[in-house]
T-cell receptor, first 117, second 118 residues
Framework: AQKVTQAQTEISVVEKEDVTLDCVYE???????LFWYKQPPSGELVFLIR??????QNEISGRYSWNFQKSTSSFNFTITASQVVDSAVYFC??????????????FGKGTLLTVNP | ETGVTQTPRHLVMGMTNKKSLKCEQH?????MYWYKQSAKKPLELMFV???????ENNSVPSRFSPECPNSSHLFLHLHTLQPEDSALYLC?????????????????FGPGTRLTVL
């Protein structure tokens, strides 16, 4: 089973629409961190957010917001009023201490978001 | 230069060539990473270095040879590659506060080198 599942392979929206990217994770640890990265066509992964497992408060940063729900093991990402510049591949990632002291960052397969003008 | 830089951005090589990828981080971090990103596959961690010491080798074939001369520079030496090694190779860095990897580490990535093996 995948540790981080991004079920939406591709999403296409029209500019100004809201869009939510789903992320479901799997871990046995009680302490872990979740991340979102953006990868525009240039290739660089841009860090967007880090959230620890004890903080379930939703976070908003401009047009970006994140909804963390431990009950459903989900960490979804919403872009409000999408813009063409939001077009990119978005990755969700899980950081956990697998088997004790070994740290592991596991990425999902990514969701390609295309925002059309 | 700021952040994490990688050169070259694009590389085409034959299977018998020897080439090297370079990564430099300008963030004052002490850990550096190589990842491989192939089409339609999750990012695969290849190597981790902390304070110039390799702390992880994720069962990478010996045709990939990393080198970390200091905390700011990381190289990936390539030799006798296969066409299936064609991918985007990403470098990342982070600050490991206790001298070892931690789940709190945030990794910052470079733009990658797009490698094509003919």
């Amino acid at each position: 089973a995948q540790k981080v599942t991004q079920a939406q392979t591709e999403i296409s929206v029209v500019e100004k629409e809201d869009v939510t990217l789903d992320c479901v994770y799997e871990t046995r640890d009680t302490t872990y961190y979740l991340f979102w990265y953006k990868q525009p066509p240039s290739g660089e992964l841009v860090f967007l957010i880090r959230r620890n497992s004890f903080d379930e408060q939703n976070e908003i940063s401009g047009r970006y917001s994140w909804n963390f729900q431990k009950s459903t093991s989900s960490f979804n990402f919403t872009i409000t009023a999408s813009q063409v510049v939001d077009s990119a591949v978005y990755f969700c990632a899980l950081s956990e201490a697998s088997g004790g002291s070994n740290y592991k960052l596991t990425f999902g397969k990514g969701t390609l978001l295309t925002v059309n003008p | 230069e700021t952040g994490v830089t990688q050169t070259p951005r694009h590389l085409v090589m034959g299977m018998t060539n020897k080439k090297s990828l370079k990564c430099e981080q300008h963030l004052g971090h002490n850990a550096m990473y190589w990842y491989k990103q192939s089409a339609k596959k999750p990012l695969e961690l290849m190597f981790v270095y902390n304070f110039k010491e390799q702390t992880e080798n994720n069962s990478v074939p010996s045709r990939f040879s990393p080198e970390c001369p200091n905390s700011s520079h990381l190289f990936l030496h390539l030799h006798t590659l296969q066409p299936e090694d064609s991918a985007l190779y990403l470098c990342a860095s982070s600050q490991q506060h206790s001298g070892r990897a931690s789940i709190t580490d945030t990794q910052y990535f470079g733009p990658g080198t797009r490698l094509t093996v003919l």
